[in-house]
Structure formats: C-alpha cells, structure tokens
C-alpha cells in the first residue's frame, strides 16, 4: 500500500462527506459531495444504444468519463476496449477499496501499539518508584573533565529524564472496546 500516493489522491479528491442519492420519482442516481450545497460527484447518462456512461465533475462541468480515459498498466493495446479513468473521485473509489484491508491492518495493529505503549509506560511509571533519585548536578568539568557528577550520573539523569517525560505524554485514553 502507497500510503503517500493515497493521501495525494485523497486530496485531489472532492471533499467528504460523500452519499449516494437515489431519486426514484425521476429515475436518476448520483453519487453526491456536500462542498457547496450539493454537488454531483458522479452520475450515469445515457450512452448511445449502448450502456451508460458516468459523468464527473471537472472545472464546473460534468464531463464523460471517456474524456478521462487512460490506458491500464501494461495494457497500451487494449485501452479502446479496457480503459482506466483517470479522475480522481474515480480512482479514489477503487483505490481505497484496493487498501482497505491493510487500512484496516494499520488501524488495527496501532490501536494495538498504543494498548502496548500503555503498558510499558505504566512499567517505566512504576520501576520509577524503585529508582533512587541521583543528586543535583555539581559539575566540576570545568576542573577536571569528565568529573565523578558527570561519570556518575549522566546516563542515570538522562534515562530519567526521557522516562518522566515519556510519562508526561502518555495520555491514558481508555478506549471503549467494540
Ligand atoms: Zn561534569
């Protein structure tokens, strides 16, 4: 999954929130966007005595999706037969739904590094409880470098350090599980 190359595309996409809007009265079907008022995302017309052909949005107008045809990857030869469409609203359809299992693998798997993070901030909160304080730093480097403050307690200050401030950050939302 090109997770950059989807946010691109997300972007160049019309804005959320997207609905479907089935008008049974007058036999139409649109897929429709809330940007301005209303706007149609996608809509089918008629396409000679064929199928239909859908129609997006594009600088104001809604244009048919021929206008957007590309050839697919590897396949120059077929693109008057099987051709791609090259609109983003298009491609953000098929292409999130390609994704959406490893979309959902990542969301999973990170609300499971949180409950993990979690954990081992509420240890590290704990074990600092072990911990002896090192005492004010009485740096005599200036003497002598490195004085016995610096040899002594320089890495014990700074792992304390990082681990208060890990504890600072940690935010313990208690997630309501589905
Ligand atoms: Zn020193």
């Known amino acids: 999954m090109d997770i950059e190359a989807l946010q691109l595309l997300e972007k160049s996409a019309t804005p959320a929130p997207w609905?479907?809007?089935?008008?049974?009265?007058?036999?139409?079907?649109?897929?429709?966007?809330?940007t301005r008022g209303?706007?149609?995302?996608?809509?089918?017309?008629?396409?000679?005595?064929g199928g239909a052909r859908f129609r997006f949005f594009k600088d104001g107008l809604m244009e048919n999706c021929e206008d957007f045809a590309v050839a697919k990857h590897g396949r120059d030869h077929h693109k008057h037969w099987c051709a791609d469409i090259n609109h983003p609203d298009a491609q953000l359809i098929t292409q999130l739904r390609n994704a959406a299992p490893d979309l959902i693998s990542a969301a999973n798997e990170n609300a499971e590094l949180k409950q993990k993070l979690g954990v081992c901030k509420e240890t590290i909160d704990r074990l600092l409880d072990y911990v002896s304080q090192p005492p004010k730093s009485n740096c005599a480097c200036h003497i002598s470098a490195p004085c016995a403050d610096c040899t002594d307690y320089t890495d014990l200050r700074e792992v304390l350090e990082t681990a208060n401030s890990l504890i600072a950050q940690a935010t313990p939302q208690k997630k309501v599980e589905s």
């Open 19 to 34: 609905e479907w809007n089935l008008n049974l009265k007058h036999k139409q079907v649109s897929l429709e966007g809330q």
């Open 38 to 49: 209303r706007e149609t995302i996608l809509e089918p017309v008629r396409w000679g005595m």
